[in-house]
T-cell receptor, first 116, second 112 residues
Framework: ETGVTQTPRHLVMGMTNKKSLKCEQH?????MYWYKQSAKKPLELMFV???????ENNSVPSRFSPECPNSSHLFLHLHTLQPEDSALYLC???????????????FGPGTRLTVL | SQKIEQNSEALNIQEGKTATLTCNYT??????LQWYRQDPGRGPVFLLL?????KEKRKERLKVTFDTTLKQSLFHITASQPADSATYLC???????????FGTGTKLQVIP
């Protein structure tokens, strides 16, 4: 195990539902990330938090709303999603988010999301 | 525009042989490059990091090279085993968290 946990592992939701993904890291890291992974596409960086402050938002639709209450926990709140949002959502953490080698990403197992 | 290409979607290799995976990039000046392994239904796992001023890095049966002139990294697994079967991703870090970019990956299958 990498020290990063995600729940739930699988989620099926309708387009009108509201749900949340949870991530917890037990590594004492200062930065946390949300990625989206779709079939045959590279990992897409969605959000970056450094010391609980959002430092990057890569033009992600507002139907995805992140929350980082402390340096160990990260949430992704979902509402009125579209079928094309179906993907594997990965959480990661790193010691820092400064562009250096301490940015090595430690990933959780992911949440497989299906939007009907 | 910036682009990362991993040589092929899939690579089949006989057990015991050396697997070589390629990562090419354009319009980047990466500070360093990383390789990750991803198994089905799991998140990527960090394997190796190589800096722009390093030519080669080794870890057990793994070897990574980094040629900033060719804009290419090669990832080698020697004496490959069926347990090495997975998707391997390269990732470039060119300064700042927003500059982390992953390739699409190469799916390696080691045949017994």
């Amino acid at each position: 195990e990498t020290g990063v946990t995600q729940t739930p592992r699988h989620l099926v939701m309708g387009m009108t539902n509201k749900k949340s993904l949870k991530c917890e890291q037990h590594l004492g890291h200062n930065a946390m990330y949300w990625y989206k992974q779709s079939a045959k596409k590279p990992l897409e960086l969605m959000f970056v938090y450094s010391l609980e402050e959002r430092v990057e938002n890569n033009s992600v639709p507002s139907r995805f709303s992140p929350e980082c209450p402390n340096s160990s926990h990260l949430f992704l709140h979902l509402h009125t999603l579209q079928p094309e949002d179906s993907a594997l959502y990965l959480c990661a953490s790193s010691q820092e988010a400064s562009g250096g080698a301490r940015d090595t990403q430690y990933f959780g197992p992911g949440t497989r999301l299906t939007v009907l | 525009s910036q682009k990362i290409e991993q040589n092929s979607e899939a690579l089949n290799i006989q057990e015991g042989k050396t697997a070589t995976l390629t990562c090419n990039y354009t319009n980047y000046s990466p500070a360093y490059l990383q390789w990750y392994r991803q198994d089905p239904g799991r998140g990527p796992v960090f394997l190796l990091l190589i800096r722009e001023n390093e030519k080669e890095k080794r870890k057990e049966r793994l070897k990574v090279t980094f040629d900033t002139t060719l804009k290419q990294s090669l990832f080698h697994i020697t004496a490959s085993q069926p347990a090495d079967s997975a998707t391997y991703l390269c990732a470039l870090f060119s300064g700042g968290y927003q500059k982390v970019t992953f390739g699409t990956g190469t799916k390696l299958q080691v045949i017994p």
